[in-house]
């Protein structure tokens, strides 16, 4: 069967400015430049942006085999996945496990979170006893976990809604939402702690689902009724409008608003740059760079941790803590000089490889390798 090709550079190029906003979000110096607070504290949306932009382009992939096809070969699915996803997080594993051992040495957390990474139930283990600090430069991978279990449900729940008239996927969608608004709503009235609502896909999964209703088209006759310049601005204000709440860190009722915005946002930006149109925003976004950036954007954000941990040293040891401005820009800019180093790397010597070897599941080709 011949294969078809899908591919839209301008999310590749949003790819890599969600990892600028995770970099942000977790390099300490941020937040001590002038007017870059905000985006320090509230950074960690760049993550509900590669969820969303996953949820998405699993929607139209599928779908495309689906008409192909006639059906989603889920087998072939979880194959891509593995390949794409398995190869650069056991490498990282073993870099982070090997260092965090000749640092610190063996313990039993560090046994417990390891079980927890190889078994991809990190984010459960870091509801019930937080963030993994026990294995170094590796408490933002619970987001693998994460992902792993929306991979297991998200082809037969597609496949499922591929068969149904559009007007009943979005219903069905709609009564996911609701119940997972519930469960949110449920887990603040019993006074959780976080980060139990932001890692557990159940209570976290505005993203996903806005990715999926994009992606599947179920909006898209009210949507295209609109200039698409006019969803950018009104996703980039959704996402401004989060920032105006208390943080995810906060448990409170304001979280009922701050998910939906977060979701309705993401979702929202990605429509309007898959549509075109936007002049100037449309042009940036397919350049070669940035899209070459957005390629390597997994690497970029599973060895981001290393990256500024390595910047940190480099920056303490030859500038000065006295020179207050120069401290914090210089470690952000060389924490995204030394990711964006060891990523290209592990991209062009290490991924690229798995990556053919995916593609020979592909019906739909997403991206060149």
């Not at 260092?99 to 039993?108: A, D, P, R, V």
């Not at 078994?119 to 963030?131: E, I, L």
């Not at 690497?299 to 941790?305: A, S, T």
């Not at 401290?327 to 952000?332: K, M, Q, W, Y």
Request: charged share 15%.
């Amino acid at each position: 069967m011949k294969k078809s090709g899908f591919y839209i550079p301008e999310l590749d190029s949003l790819r890599f400015f969600a990892f600028l906003l995770v970099l942000i979000h977790h390099a300490g110096y941020s937040a001590l430049i002038p007017s870059w607070e905000v985006t320090a504290r509230y950074g960690w949306m760049g993550v509900d942006l590669f969820l969303c932009l996953s949820a998405f382009l699993f929607s139209r992939l599928l779908y495309a085999e689906y008409q192909a096809t006639g059906t989603v070969t889920v087998k072939n699915f979880y194959i891509r996945r593995a390949f794409r996803i398995w190869p650069l997080y056991v490498l990282f594993f073993l870099i982070a496990v090997t260092l965090t051992i000749q640092q610190e040495g063996w313990s039993n957390s560090l046994t417990t979170r390891a079980l927890g990474m190889l078994t991809f139930t990190d984010n459960f283990m870091a509801a019930r006893w937080g963030y993994n600090n026990a294995i170094l430069y590796s408490n933002h991978l619970w987001t693998i976990s994460y992902e792993e279990q929306v991979y297991l449900f998200i082809p037969w729940v597609l496949l499922f809604l591929y068969r149904r008239k559009t007007s009943t996927a979005g219903l069905i969608l709609l009564s996911m939402g609701l119940l997972g608004t519930f469960i949110r709503a449920f887990m603040i009235y019993r006074g959780t702690n976080h980060p139990d609502i932001w890692v557990l896909p159940f209570s976290h999964f505005d993203s996903v689902l806005g990715g999926i209703v994009i992606g599947l088209g179920i909006l898209d006759k009210p949507l295209k009724k609109i200039p698409n310049l006019i969803w950018l601005a009104l996703g980039i204000l959704a996402l401004w409008q989060v920032t105006q709440l208390p943080n995810v860190q906060k448990i409170q009722w304001e979280l009922m608003y701050t998910y939906p915005l977060v979701g309705i946002g993401t979702s929202l930006i990605i429509y309007s740059l898959t549509q075109g149109n936007l002049w100037a925003i449309s042009s940036l976004f397919r350049n070669k760079q940035l899209a070459y950036l957005g390629k390597i954007s997994y690497g970029l954000y599973v060895y981001h941790k290393l990256g500024i941990y390595l910047a940190n040293r480099i920056v303490h040891q030859y500038i000065e803590p006295t020179r207050e401005l120069a401290e914090p820009i210089a470690g952000l800019a060389l924490a995204f000089v030394i990711t964006v180093m060891m990523s290209i790397v592990s991209y062009e010597a290490f991924e690229k490889m798995f990556l053919r070897l995916k593609d020979r599941f592909a019906i739909i080709h997403s991206r060149p390798v």
